[in-house]
């Protein structure tokens, strides 16, 4: 019998064509259950009496079994799939409709869960808090931001009535250009894992289910709905599934989301390997793990024996009469959508789901003043000084230039990560808010170059706001910012012509990943503010102005040119060959590669400036880690990222390694003189690779490279660990 989530997809048919260093340690499952008077007589799930799985005391496990039991087969049928196509069409304007809906049974006492879109980058149901993009997040390499960061999402879900957030993007930068890039914390699986548990673990402690996504291998946009990433065991382990891994053993993530493409010819959400062998039998997971929205799920039987247990936003492969059809051949067991629907129900114990009301949408208990000074302090934190010849922090120049038609706008990554701010301020606002009434800001949209360079030629500094776009659904075609942006007309030549007029040019970047700079010798200084989020302009002139320090460091590589990147050159690499996508570069990817192959990149990963200066001392090798002093010589305070590179040793010619990577960073601020002890836990996986014949993590012996410093070109102490019985 037709239901009504049946009917909407006839109609959608027929009218569409480590602990937190490393990020593992110990399995861990869901939390067992939630705290409550055991005598309590009612809870909002039911009677404990005439429902014994309402009783808050016992392990979710235990309930979530004893509610199996009463469950009717067409029950469990209209648990595996979600109920609202529409709430994932809604405008990022609606204060209504959540992105997606799996309704209750009230029979059951069974609670109807919504759910937040937007989540990586903020909560996109009505206005909200637009946060700085997550790339932003990662340029700060702050894990206390990425805390409060997952507080704000959080707290503004459930305000707005939802149970779920659906974030953190934990996807790696394999492809520079990538549509989506913008909404994960870049290339480096370490950093990613870094930031990624304090985001999922901060997000839940306001009562939401996180959702981490796009599990895995889900590197680019194009051929997105049934791409395949061809990835060897070793890349997925050492750089696609850390993340992953984190936020399950360590985080506690309650949800995985499976991603639209296939890996290794397996679709992400049907991949057996990927989601019972690895995801659950290995790393413990006992949540829940949802499709991504429409055409992820690749079919009923494979997705159902693959590990899926809940289609979104509504069945397709899922609806009752496919599901009751495989069961009749044979093709799905009882036990296994029994399995499924277990898993769905211990979550919803698990996280209090059934134990509590549920939550209104009452948006207006946000803390907005707080939320948007949260926001400012992320854009600032992830702000990132690439060049200064001396001309910033400004002093108090009288007449101030600002131009591009990016500075007058609120720019943002699009899709379904795009937030709508409340009350945005723009760079043009954010630099005339702080300029004061001492000086004087004129404004040039830069349609006209050559008015552009006469208002730059009588300034006395010039201010260029460039932006290029990121978009869901959309890989860019290059990476000049032409590409990223091209109905702001030739951003590169008006940056050209500006700073011929004014040797005292700042270029501000508003980007969603890496962009070619050309014009980089050219001018006095280069900010990449990424995209900054509703507090961004505000963020821009305080650290403009020096009231704030760059905070930012590169959470990517900026290439200095097009064919310099890891998988320029070669299609079967990116966009793939038959739909394929080869991961021939293994683990050489990002700041990997250009090491490797010795090619020198614009700007490396981890760079940054500060507005002082920091020395290293001869790092410590202990123990437990690695421990190094970093002292600020200059005569302001600043921020400081010391970081932790280790280059392993290869154990065989079949497994080479990379000259270095990210194992450790820390951020901290010091006054002029200051000096800090700065100590980088390291553990057994900090020195491990993945054996493919084992299947397992190794330790091979030899001596291992420290190298501390500013980036990763930027070494400024070396050391050696031996290990396995080798000698440095």
């Known amino acids: 019998m037709l239901n009504r989530r049946s009917v909407v997809l006839a109609a959608l048919l027929w009218s569409a064509p480590f602990a937190i260093q490393t990020g593992v340690g110990t399995a861990a499952a869901l939390p067992g259950s939630v705290t409550a008077a055991a005598a309590r007589a009612t809870t909002p799930c039911g009677d404990p009496a005439a429902r014994p799985w309402c009783r808050p005391g016992l392990p979710a496990d235990q309930r979530a079994g004893l509610l199996l039991k009463a469950l009717t087969l067409g029950e469990e049928l209209d648990l595996m799939a979600g109920d ?35 989540g990586p980058a903020g909560v996109r149901q009505g206005p909200g808090t637009a946060l700085p993009a997550p790339i932003a997040l990662g340029a700060g ?33 394999r492809v520079p250009q990538a549509g989506r ?47 395949n990433a061809a ?40 991949s057996k390997t990927l989601l019972n062998q690895i995801l659950r039998d290995q790393w413990g997971f006992r949540g829940t793990v949802i499709s991504d929205w429409v055409m992820a799920a690749k079919g009923t039987v494979v997705s159902a024996n693959g590990g899926l247990d809940i289609e979104m936003p509504i069945g397709i492969g899922y609806t009752p009469l496919a599901l009751r059809s495989a069961l009749a051949l044979g093709k799905v067991s009882r036990a296994t959508v029994d399995a499924h629907v277990r898993a769905y129900l211990r979550t919803l114990f698990a996280y209090g789901v059934f134990d509590r009301a549920p939550y209104p949408n009452a948006p207006d208990g946000i803390d907005t003043a707080g939320h948007d000074a949260t926001a400012r302090q992320i854009a600032e934190s992830g702000i990132t000084l690439l060049k200064n010849d001396g001309v910033l922090p400004l002093g108090a120049p009288k007449k101030i230039a600002v131009i591009g038609s990016a500075a007058d706008s609120y720019v943002s990554g699009g899709g379904s990560s795009q937030v709508t701010p409340r009350s945005p301020i723009t760079p043009r606002q954010g630099i005339t808010t702080r300029a004061g009434s001492g000086a004087a800001v004129t404004y040039s949209d830069g349609s006209d170059p050559a008015a552009a360079a006469a208002l730059a030629r009588s300034s006395d500094v010039a201010i260029v706001v460039a932006a290029a776009s990121r978009q869901e659904d959309a890989d860019l075609s290059c990476l000049s910012l032409e590409c990223g942006m091209q109905k702001r007309g030739d951003q590169d030549g008006l940056i050209a012509k500006v700073a011929a007029a004014n040797p005292r040019t700042i270029v501000v970047l508003e980007t969603g990943g890496p962009v070619l700079t050309p014009w980089a010798g050219q001018v006095a200084a280069v900010v990449e503010a990424w995209y900054p989020g509703e507090q961004g302009g505000a963020a821009l002139a305080r650290v403009l102005y020096g009231d704030a320090d760059p905070g930012g460091r590169l959470p990517v590589t900026f290439p200095a040119a097009e064919g310099d990147t890891p998988v320029a050159g070669d299609p079967r690499r990116y966009p793939g060959v038959g739909g394929t996508s080869t991961y021939s570069e293994g683990v050489f990817m990002g700041y990997r590669h250009y090491d490797a192959k010795g090619i020198a990149p614009s700007f490396p990963f981890g760079f940054g400036l500060s507005y002082t200066t920091f020395t290293y001392g001869k790092p410590a090798v202990g123990p437990g880690g690695v421990t190094v002093t970093v002292t600020n010589t200059g005569q302001r305070t ?16 079949q497994t080479p390694q990379p000259p270095r990577a990210l194992k450790g960073f820390s951020k901290i601020v010091l006054a002029p003189g200051q000096s800090r002890r700065v100590t980088f836990p390291l553990d057994a996986r900090s020195y491990s690779y993945w054996n493919e014949a084992t299947g397992s993590w190794k330790i091979a012996p030899g001596c291992y490279r420290v190298m501390v410093g500013g980036s990763s070109r930027d070494i400024a102490a070396t050391g050696g660990i031996p290990r396995g019985g080798g000698r440095c």
């Open 231 to 270: 990835v060897a065991p070793r890349t997925l382990r050492e750089i696609y599934l850390p993340a992953f891994e984190a936020t399950v053993r360590n985080g506690r993530a309650g949800m995985v989301m499976c991603g639209y493409n296939k890996v290794n010819g397996d679709p992400s959400c049907g």
């Open 181 to 227: 890039s913008y909404e994960a914390y870049g290339e480096d699986p370490y950093l990613t894992t870094r930031l990624a548990v304090p985001w999922v673990r901060a997000a839940q402690a306001q009562g939401v289910i996180a959702a981490v996504k796009h599990y895995p291998a889900n590197n680019q946009e194009k051929d997105r709905y049934q791409g």
């Open 638 to 653: 600043g921020t400081a990222v010391p970081q932790l590179y280790l280059g392993l040793p290869a154990p065989n010619a």
């Open 84 to 118: 609202d196509l529409f709430g994932a069409l809604h405008t990022p304007d609606s204060g209504t409709a959540h992105e997606g809906t799996i309704n209750g049974i009230p029979r059951l006492g069974i609670p109807t869960v919504r759910m937040a879109g937007g």
């Open 141 to 173: 390499f702050d894990v206390t931001a990425a805390a409060r960061f997952g507080t704000v999402v959080g707290d503004e879900a459930r305000r707005k009535g939802n149970d779920v957030a659906l974030g953190p993007a934990v996807d790696i930068m």
